[in-house]
Each structure stands twice: as structure tokens, then as C-alpha cells.
């Protein structure tokens, strides 16, 4: 019987040529690219072909005998079979055996015959399962695979999620360097980069998303050494590049290095070999203060609460490590940002701290100056200074680094000045550049319903619910979608949702949608409109709420009263919702068109071109 190291140069499996080492399957002029783990695990069937082969088994050969889940087996298994087109309830390849394990069903060739007096060898595990030994070198190269010519159109990539091969969790390392991966890969010029959970196969993965190809890979710490295992693969299968890259896992300059040479790797691959090196555009002094960012953008991700006073603690520290991380800086004024949509906070304080962190990150790291026009724009859209957040944003959206945040945070600025359509689209490229990103299907969701395309918004809500936002505003969006769509229940759970996790009262829902179930009635309305009324007066209304509860009822001067309180306080935080078809009762009042002075939006508009025409913003034409 042939070995695991016998297979790793290729067998025939029915009319499949399989060749382990270029993550490849090969029927006549048919190519599918493996990702490596499923494909380590086809090899290990293979060498105990017709033999059942427990989960115990697959664990200890491939996983290093970690204690884990079933759920990366059962995935793997999933991939084998959709690459050679097996039906796991009439198999032809691999069998389930229940309680037991897995069996390879076909005779196994291997291309290069075993020697007959080699004692039996023990089984060849794949780079990425070695445990790590320190090295003189830096860089191991596994291999450099090109099957054919690099196709010259191609412009394209979308970064999967990372593996973690470490006997420990290290999470946040490992979402860490992909996201720094993707950042530095965001600066290389006219490649399109998106990020993506990847939930299919390694060769449908481009096709599904509409790119010319396709990052995998692995990290692995273990023994003071990191080693990160990747490959590119092109959109016809062809595998442009594979290699596995070590380095000291407490030298900043190493560790922080791994991503930048994945990015040149895959910038050479993709758009042709240059001189010209990709480098982030900001670097930490020390690994201390690296390891505090990780763990900090980690936490920024979550979005909620406890996790951003989380992410404000690690940044803070890796700042004080090392005075001169722009980076830090950049993710200590986003998070300031973002509390500043609790209650817990003081909003304008949140907003100074936000300012006064990315000017001090901008003088002391100038990489992060364009960037933080990010910080700037969305503040100054929150002080109603349209002219210039509009600038700042644009900055932001042309620098050389270019995050998904900047189109998500631009596209609610356009949304707040009535401009639905361009608001739309920079909704999408925020999307596009994330699409696993809750936050940013939320948004598109949004822009979508705004706009009254219920079929889109429907799809983007949806997906950001079952990826579970934290953000309690796009909930309530997502709140007023439902009540359109009169899919009351689904919007009352949804309103308690986001009234929970933002810490407020929610004693007055039920009585209020309850209304709604019976909006024709008019008793019925009547008591709404007394439910309302009773909870402004307990104080357990914010006002942006008290807003859209009087526009939804059709009272039209309270909700003009409670739109003026907003104004006055400053705290008309989501102004976009003014534009709803629901708010028409708000537009129509008398009152409007001072309403939309004292906010600056006349003069704004008048500024750009544009103005306000009876329903709707009317730009000149360009």
C-alpha cells in the first residue's frame, strides 16, 4: 500500500489525476483547485484507501492531535466531495460510516511507484502541520507554482480568512494579519481587493464573487517562530503562487513583515513582477505594541459597547508602548467614534477626543494623515458642517490606503444631504471590499431602502441579521423596513433587540406595534398615539425615536416639535431618515423649509449645485 509520502507526488482516483503538491485535481482539460487542508485529508484516505478512517485518526495525522471540534473534518469532507462531484447520499468517492468514520471508496494508483524494499515510512505531514523549530532564515520557501501564463487581464483578488494552525487560539493574531494583509494590499494601484468568509470551494470562490483570483491560507505559532503558509489561486484553477514564509514571533520587524511579503508576492503574481515594493502605511516600533493593536482591532470589530471600552484599552496601551504607532492612533479615534452612539457617553466629548487623537497620530505618523479624513468627515457631518465633511471624505476616499470604512461612513454622509443615489454607491464599494462585514451589509440594506428597492434591502438586512450587527441603529433601520413591509412581529423583536443593546426601555414597544398591526383603525390609532404620548412623558423615548414613532402615526407637528428639539441639541445623529417615504408628513410641514436651513442643508446645497424641490434634493445636471 502506498504511503502518505508516496501519494504527495500524485495518484489517479477514477478518472481524477490528483497531484497533492499543486492543491490540484486534475479530468482531462477539467482543472479544481483543493484548498490544502481538504486536500491533506484526501491524501490521508487515500493512503488507507478501502480502510475506515476515524475522525481520531485525521486528527492526530493533520491536526496535530489538538483538541477540536468535528466541524473542520465534516468542511473538509464537504470540499473533497463538491471538487470531484460526489453525493454524499450516493457516494462514489468517500463514504460516511456512521459513528466510525470516513472510507475512500476507489482503488488508488499512485504516478510514481513505491520502492518495494523501502521499509514502510511514517506519514509526510504538510508544511503548515510541522511544528516549528527557530531557523537561521527568515523566509522558507515551500513553492513557486506557475501552470501556465499569467492571464494579462487580470486585476483582481479576494483575501479568505486565515486558518489558525496554532495549538492555542491566538484569534486575534490571526484575524490580524489578514486584515493587515488586505490593508497593505488595498495600496497596491489598480487592484481590486475584496475580503470574504469564502464558505465554498477554493475554485468557485472567484466566479461567485466576480474576481480573477483567490488568497488562502494558514497561520501557525508554535516554539517562538510564526509561520505563515498562502496560496494564490487564479480564477481557471491554475495555482499562480504557494509559499510558506517563517519568522521570529517576537521580532516586530519579522512578524510585521510577513504580510507586506505575502502582498509583494501576490501584487507579482497577479499584475506582473516590479522593482517597487508594497509597504503598510504605518509600522509599530516594537511587538508589544503590535500584539496591543491586534488585540484591539480585534475588539473595534465586534462593534459593541463592552468590546469598543475593549479596543480603547489595547490601543491606548500600544500607544503608550510606542508614541509614534499611526495605526493606534487611527483605531483609538475610530472607537471614540463609534461610543460616541451610546448613551453612556457624552457625544461631544467623544467626538473632541475622536479629533484630537487623529491629529496627534496624523503629526507624529504622516502615513495615517489622509486616512484620518475619515474621523474628520463623519465628525463633521455630526456638527452639521456639510462642506466640510464632504472634503474630508473625499480626501479619505483618494488617499493611497483606502478602507471599507471610508466608503461606509461617506455613504451615511451622502444619505444625510439627500444624495440617495450616490449614497448607494458608495455603499456597494464598502460592501464589495467586505462582504462578510455585518456593519457594512447593514448599510446597503439601508441605501437600498431608502431608495424603496424592498427586494435588495430585503437581501442585504437579511444578511446582516444572520451575521448578527451590533449596531443598534442599522437594527432600527432594519425596524422601519419591516413595519413597510408589514412584517410587524419580525419588527417588534427586532425594535426590543436594538432598544436592549443600546440600554433602553422597551416597556413601550409592544402596546405601540400592536397599534401598528391595526393602523386602518381609527380607535385603534387613537391609543397608539396615547402610548406614545405616555412614554415621551415617562422619558423613555430618545428623541430620534420619538421622530419616527410621529411621522409613522401621520402627526405631523409633533413630529416637526421633536424634530426642532433634535436640532437644537445637536443630536440629529441620523438625519438620512428625513428622506423616507414614512417622513412625508415631516416634508410637508410648514415648518420644512426653516427646519432645513438651520441645519445648513440649504446652504449646502446651493454650494454644490443642488436644492430642495418640493419631495427630494435636485442637483444641476454635471
Known sequence: MATFTDLRSGFELGPWTVLPDRNLLQDGETRVTVEP??????????????????????????????????????????VIRSCLGDDSRDPTYIERIARRGYRLMLPVTPLVAPEPDEPAKSPFFPAYVWPIVGGALAIAVIAIVVLGNRPSSMSSVVVCPFENMSTKPHEAFVYGFREQLVSTLYRVPDLRVVKAPCEVPVHQIPGELGVDSVVTGSVQQAGGRVRITAQLVASDGVVLWSESIDGAAEEVEEVFGLHERVANRVRDAILGESDLAVTAATRPASFEAYDLYLLGDFAFSKRSEPELNRAVEFFTEAINLDPNYGAAYLGLANSYVLLADYPSADRESMYAMAIETADTGAELDPGIRDSAGTVYGFVETKRFNWADAAEAFETAINSSSVYPTSHHWYSRFLADVGLLEKSLEQAKIAQEMDTASPILNARLGVAYHWLNDAENADRFYARAADKEVGSWIHNLSYT?????????????????????????????????????MNASDAESLGDTVASVSAAVASGDLQKNIELTLWALLGQGDEAMAAAWDLQESGEFYELEIIYLDEFKVLREHEEFPELLRALGLTDYWASIGCRWNNDHVLCDAA
Open 37 to 78: 487542508r481538504p486536500m491533506d485529508v484526501l491524501v490521508f484516505l487515500a493512503s488507507r484507501q478501502g480502510e475506515v478512517v476515524s475522525n481520531e485518526d485525521l486528527v492526530e495525522a493533520l491536526w496535530d492531535g489538538r483538541a477540536m471540534s468535528d466541524e473542520p473534518i465534516t468542511r473538509s469532507i464537504s
Open 480 to 516: 422601519l423596513f419591516l413595519i413597510r413591509e408589514q412584517r410587524i412581529d419580525e419588527a417588534r423583536q427586532k425594535a426590543k433587540e436594538a432598544l436592549v443593546s443600546y440600554g433602553q426601555p422597551t416597556g413601550w414597544v409592544d402596546a405601540v406595534f400592536d397599534g401598528f
